[in-house]
C-alpha cells in the first residue's frame, strides 16, 4: 500500500500541468503565472537543481523577490519577527517566468558571469565565474527600486516522503544528544 502512495506520489510529481478548463481535467490547474510545468522539471531527478550557464535557461533557479520595510508598521513588523521581509507591490514574492496561453510572463532572470583567477595555496591558478543576477523584459513595469533579487536553487525533493513516514516516537528512541552509547554520532531530534 506504501509503495502504491509513493508511485501516485512520483506520478504527480513528474505530471506537465495545464491550465484550466481543460479536456484533461485530472492534469489541469496550471497558472496562470508559473516557472515550470512539472515539478520534476526543476526538481531535476528528484535532485538538487544547478546554476545556469549564461544566457540559458534557469530551469532549476528562481528569484526570490524582496524589499526592505518602508513604512513603520512593517518596520515594527519586522522588528516583532511577525514577518521575514516584503514582497515586491507588483510582482510578490517570487518571479515566475511563464504564463498561460494569452498571459505573459512576468519577466526573465538574468544570470551574466564574471571570471576571476584565483591563486591557491600551492600557487595553482584557478578560474572562478562571480554570478551577477538582473531581470530583464519585465511585464508590468519596473521592480520596486527597494526590492532585491535573491537566487535560489531547488531543493533535492529525494526520500522526503519517506522521512515523513517514520513515526515521531521510533525517531525519538534512537535520540542520543551526548553519544553515550559511544558510536560516534550524536543523534539530536529536531
Known amino acids: 500500500e506504501e509503495e502504491g502512495i509513493f508511485k501516485l506520489g512520483n ?24 516557472n515550470e510545468r512539472a515539478c520534476q522539471n526543476c526538481h531535476l531527478k528528484d535532485g538538487r537543481g544547478h ?18 520595510a518602508s513604512t513603520e508598521e512593517e518596520k515594527a513588523a519586522l522588528a516583532a519577527r511577525k514577518v521575514l ?4 507591490p507588483v510582482y510578490g514574492s517570487q518571479l515566475q517566468d511563464l504564463a498561460v496561453p494569452g498571459l505573459r510572463g512576468e519577466g526573465r532572470m538574468r544570470v551574466d558571469y564574471q571570471e576571476q583567477k ?5 600557487g595553482t591558478v584557478v578560474s572562478l565565474r562571480k554570478p551577477s543576477y538582473s531581470v530583464d523584459d519585465l511585464a508590468n513595469g519596473p521592480l520596486d527600486p527597494h526590492t532585491t ?12 516522503g519517506l522521512v515523513e513516514q517514520i513515526a515521531p516516537a521510533d525517531i525519538l528512541t534512537h535520540a542520543d544528544p551526548d553519544d553515550r552509547n559511544s558510536d560516534g554520532i550524536s543523534g539530536r531530534p529536531n
Open 11 to 34: 506520478a504527480l510529481f513528474r505530471k506537465n500541468w495545464v491550465s484550466s478548463p481543460s479536456s484533461t481535467q485530472a492534469s489541469d490547474g496550471l497558472g496562470p503565472l508559473f
Open 51 to 68: 546554476p545556469p550557464e549564461a544566457d540559458s535557461g534557469t530551469t532549476s533557479m528562481f528569484l526570490r523577490l524582496a524589499r526592505q
Open 85 to 88: 521581509n516584503f514582497p515586491d
Open 118 to 122: 584565483v591563486t591557491l595555496p600551492d
Open 149 to 160: 533579487l535573491s537566487p535560489r536553487m531547488t531543493p533535492p525533493m529525494i526520500g522526503l
